[in-house]
């Protein structure tokens, strides 16, 4: 039951890193985007090209995985999404679904639809067996670097310039900018870090969640979920939300292997029934 | 009559292009009988889209979850049929009533938060169905879906008329449920609580202080839309004898509020519109790249939004020329 | 002496560190014409927004008629008759004036609910909008989309919607904010023209406006109501004046 517990929490953390960019995009810009699980697709898919086709070690995959997922958001935002950040909720929905299924049937087309596979190094392999608890030696390493991960960007946020500048554009876009805040910058910064870390994230969840080209859309009403219940305003919020996600889904997939993912839907339903604005949002939160 | 009284009512009067899109329909099915198979699933999914149109267009609500209803509908026809009786009305009203309580119990969850939320909860609904026909195998035939609906003949007043393999029986079957729905949505959407839905749409604040109970507007809005979408729903099980599990998928909910956009929100038509030059895209393309039809869709997505929505159905405003 | 017709009593809103409504009693009598003046921030608006529904207080009661309402909804106070006008022109983008007034007549003949005869079927919606249009000038662009009206018919919509509901009490929320001056006495010209037995709760910066049109005065200040009295006694109240008057209104008051 331990064990379950650890995979949960191992999984809620993977969340966490995936749907962060998610959160944030949406607390600081307004936009909805759906789209988000495709830079998560595209991270994993750097990393298992790098590694089969090129031979490059798993750990160096990571960086590279999010510097490239970066990149493309950081070509992405201004190019496409600076445009439509005033535009009504529909049309971000729509834009981020058309974007889903380019993305989506653009891998299928050049990479095929089959799920790859990577060969973890073999000192991730395996696990540790403490009494009663099976800590597998891969989600061990997920959960430590997802967390330093967190705690980095807590960090971050509370430390540097930047992050005061973040808080500040997040809480009052048109008064921060009125402060002669690049809000333009901070904005394309963001959503670069963002889809970097979802695309991390897609890397270090290749071997547990699986990659094809499916997976943005499989996975995307678990981020917009973690996005939902947690609201946008903390990051926290969304930290114990994915928590509370990755453990559900595990446990309810292992004991009640019937119902499936339908213990997470219902579960949503009803926290978003009583807290419309998520479980952790501030008061008065909330678009 | 006072020139506002008549302005009053010109709202409400029909247009020309409003007669020639039903003659049009009536039409199709005389002149067309070798197409009828196609022009009835262009027919449910416009009927599908108007549905959308009345909670999205007309009361502004974005929903993605909005196949639930259409999947429920299909299914509860689907299983009237095999195990109760294969009359198609009767199987209609059936799809309609149980879409209809579904609505009425989700139209709960849409009342308050974001647009987010919403759009999580139209979602999470959709989905749950989604599991739950795929978990109910025994009953609903689960991944495989549910083959052999074989309806019994359609009673109608010029005499009982079987469903044939052309399809012009089902063709006709479903005009007449396609355009019975939009006249009742027609009187809905310009009666004062039509008016009400879009105020309520514009601002929801001010629809408040003007005395407007938003919450009753919606859940019955909300209903109507899930009754009128079963309604789709049981045609397309009715007519094509088959359920299955796609009926409750993302794509269908995604796919129903593209035709909408690409026919125009919020004059009830486009849901028509749309469903007619999305099909004949769809078959298009399709006859070019089988598989990539979700590329070319996705690009169109894009490029739609980049350009603006309002422009699709303006192509006066094309190249600058202000209405 | 005039029936009490809206009362509040020991109002609080409390949110965050703050607390913009703090232990307000007032009584609004009927056919008021009372002011609501305070500086900036001094939770006048908040308190529009308690007595209409839009926010709910922390304690205290709100009373119309004799009636507890503190826990009644925002549609049904209107249709109790308490209507406001909002600060910033809160319209319906895309219906035309026409409709707007015509769905507020509806309102509150209490026929928005019909859903099978169209709006304007009823004859009784047409003459009301008619007289309205042209109450305030809006009869050459009944039919235009909202979105496309200039700001000084908007501003003229925005308080027509609320007239068109017939209140019994009326909260105006700045309402000739952003108007020019040349057409601000024009709006108060209609507020005056309204039925004695309607009371109108004002809230309103411009002084001459004030005098000209209410005769009894409530001032706010950090959210508790700080004097209370006809105009002429309050712009002659030292400490209103030091709070809040200037100078050059005290040359008004007696010149």
Excluded at chain 1, 137 to 146: A, D, G, P, Q, T
Excluded at chain 1, 221 to 243: D, K, Q, R
Excluded at chain 3, 217 to 224: E, K, Y
Aim: glycine share 12%; hydrophobic share 55%; proline share 4%.
């Amino acid at each position: 039951m331990l064990t379950l517990l650890f995979d949960g929490i191992a999984y809620g953390m993977l969340l966490f890193v995936l749907a962060v960019g998610l959160a944030v995009t949406l607390g600081l810009m307004n936009f909805i985007n759906l789209a988000h699980g495709a830079f998560a697709m595209a991270g994993g898919y750097i990393t298992v090209l790098l590694m089969n086709r090129l031979g490059v070690p798993f750990l160096a995959t990571l960086p590279l995985a999010f510097l490239g997922t970066a990149l493309i958001g950081a070509l992405l935002e201004p190019l496409l999404y600076r445009r439509l950040y005033g535009k009504p909720h529909l049309d971000q929905v729509l834009f981020s679904i058309g974007l889903v299924f380019m993305a989506v049937t653009g891998v299928d087309f050049i990479i095929g639809s089959t799920q790859q596979n990577i060969t973890l190094p073999a000192w991730l392999q395996g696990r540790f067996d403490i009494s009663w608890i099976g800590i597998g030696k891969y989600r061990l390493f997920i959960i430590v670097v997802c967390a330093a991960l967190a705690i980095g960007l807590q960090w971050m946020l509370s430390n540097t310039r930047f992050g005061s500048q973040l808080r500040a554009s997040v809480d009052d876009p048109r008064v921060a900018g009125g402060l002669g805040l690049n809000v333009n910058r901070i904005f394309l910064l963001t959503f670069a870090v963002g889809s970097g870390l979802a695309g991390l994230g897609g890397a270090l969840g290749a071997e547990i969640l699986g990659l094809d080209p499916s997976f943005p859309l499989k996975f995307m009403i678990y981020f917009l979920i973690v996005v939902s219940v947690g609201g946008t305003t903390t990051l926290t919020g969304p930290l114990l939300a994915a928590l509370l996600l990755g453990i559900a889904d595990v446990a309810g997939k292992y004991y009640v292997p019937k119902l499936g993912a339908f213990i997470v839907y219902t579960l949503m339903i009803v926290i978003l029934l009583l807290r419309p604005q998520g479980l952790f949002a501030r008061a008065g939160g909330g678009k | 009559m006072s020139a506002v009284a008549q302005a009053l009512r010109a709202h409400a009067r029909w247009r020309w292009w409003e007669l020639a899109t039903f003659a049009a329909l009536v039409l199709s099915w005389l002149l067309l009988p070798g197409q009828s198979l196609l022009l009835n699933e262009i027919a449910i999914l416009a009927l599908f889209a108007v549905s959308l149109d009345l909670i999205l267009g007309y009361s502004g609500i974005v929903s993605l979850g909005h196949a639930a209803f259409f999947g429920i509908g299909s299914y509860a026809a689907a299983l009237f049929a095999k195990l109760v009786m294969p009359d198609p009305w009767v199987g209609m009203v059936v799809a309609i009533a149980v879409a209809a309580l579904l609505g009425a119990l989700c139209s709960v969850l849409i009342l308050r938060g974001s647009d987010l939320t919403r759009l999580m909860v139209t979602l999470g609904v959709a989905s749950i169905l989604y599991e739950l026909a795929n978990k109910l195998d025994w009953l609903t035939g689960g991944a495989d879906g549910l083959p052999g609906v074989v309806m019994g003949p359609l009673r109608t007043p010029f005499g009982a008329f079987e469903f044939d393999l052309g399809g012009r029986t089902a063709y006709a079957y479903t005009l007449f449920v396609l355009i019975l729905c939009v006249l009742l949505a027609r009187r809905l959407v310009h009666s004062p609580f039509g008016t009400s839905l879009q105020a309520l749409r514009d601002n929801r604040l001010r629809a408040a202080s003007i005395g407007l109970s938003v919450n009753a507007r919606l859940v019955v809005v909300y209903t109507v839309a899930a009754a009128i979408a079963g309604a789709a729903g049981g045609l397309l099980a009715q007519t094509t004898g088959f359920a299955s599990l796609d009926v409750f998928e993302f794509h269908r909910s995604a796919e129903v509020m593209l035709v909408l956009v690409i026919g125009g929100t919020g004059y009830l038509y486009g849901g028509i519109f749309g469903a007619i030059v999305f099909k004949l895209l769809h078959d298009l393309v399709s006859a070019w790249t089988p598989q990539y039809w979700n590329f070319w869709l996705g690009l169109f997505l894009v490029i739609l939004v980049l350009v603006g929505r309002e422009k699709l159905t303006r192509p006066w405003t094309w190249f600058g020329a202000k209405r | 002496m005039s029936e009490v017709v809206l009362e509040t009593r020991g109002l609080l809103k409390r949110f965050g560190g703050i607390t913009p409504t703090n232990d307000v009693s007032i009584q609004v009598e009927k056919g008021a014409r009372r002011a609501l003046i305070g500086p900036n921030g001094a939770g006048k608006t908040t308190l529009i927004n308690l007595l209409t529904g839009v926010l709910e207080p922390t304690a205290g009661s709100i009373w119309l008629d004799g009636q507890d309402i503190t826990q009644l909804a925002p549609h049904k106070r209107v249709r109790r008759g308490v209507v406001r006008t909002f600060q910033i022109n809160q319209l319906f983008g895309e219906l035309t004036p026409l409709q707007s007034l015509g769905l507020a007549v509806a309102s509150h003949l209490g026929i928005s609910g019909g859903w099978w005869k169209p709006l304007g079927s009823d004859a009784r919606v047409a003459p009301a909008c008619e007289t309205l249009l042209a109450q305030f000038h809006l009869s050459d662009v009944m039919n235009q989309p909202v979105k496309h009206l200039a700001y000084g018919k908007r501003r003229l919509l925005e308080i027509a919607t609320a007239l068109a509901c017939e209140p019994r009490v009326l909260l105006l929320d700045e309402p000739v904010a952003g108007v020019p001056e040349g057409e601000r006495q024009e709006i108060f010209d209609i507020v005056n023209a309204l039925p004695a037995d309607v009371s109108v709760l004002l809230i309103e910066h411009d002084m001459d406006l004030v005098f000209n049109f209410a005769s009894s005065v409530t001032v706010l200040v950090n959210g508790a109501v700080f004097a209370e009295g006809d105009v002429q006694a309050i712009s002659n109240d030292p400490r209103v004046k030091a709070v809040y008057l200037g100078e050059s209104t005290e040359e008004r008051a007696h010149g």
